[in-house]
């Protein structure tokens, strides 16, 4: 695996297996665990990681991967236990543009008002974090 830059889907089962992955697709990975995405964060160059419809994800996994350095676009469209604190996490990725959390149903207007408030679309990033976020929120 040595030089690998790119994965899509190959691997999903063990994505932390890919040392020097810059971009991994796991989307509709149904079966794809926490483990198995937090481990992505072993990953020093991941820059793109897409999860949407991992169903089985949760806040955990998106806190461990916002511990990447490089992190700059992430997809976790369909994730239905994703919550607010998912979002919340992702707020200290520096490079982090966009994130896609479209089909959450859980998220709320919280993702806008914590203390480094992610905006939805359509506003712009604000001077506090550069993240868009992408959602549609559930009815609080």
């Known amino acids: 695996l040595r030089g690998l830059q790119e994965s899509d889907r190959w691997g999903c089962d063990r994505p932390g297996d890919m040392p ?34 991992c169903i089985n994800l949760t806040d955990a996994a998106v806190a461990s991967l916002a511990t990447c350095p490089s992190l700059q676009s992430v997809n976790f469209s369909g994730c239905c236990h994703l919550t607010d604190a998912a979002v919340a996490s992702l707020a200290t990725c520096p490079y982090l543009q966009p994130a896609t959390f479209s089909g959450c149903s859980t ?33 609080s």
Request: aromatic share 6%; glycine share 2%.
């Open 20 to 53: 020097y992955a810059e971009c991994v697709d796991c989307g509709r990975c149904k079966n794809l665990p926490d483990a198995a995405e937090a481990s992505l964060a072993t990953c020093p160059s991941l820059q793109s990681v897409n999860s949407g419809w």
């Open 107 to 139: 998220l709320t207007e919280a993702s806008v008002s914590s203390p480094a408030p992610l905006p939805l679309l359509p506003l712009p990033p604000t001077s506090q974090t550069n993240i868009l976020v992408y959602a549609y929120l559930a009815d």
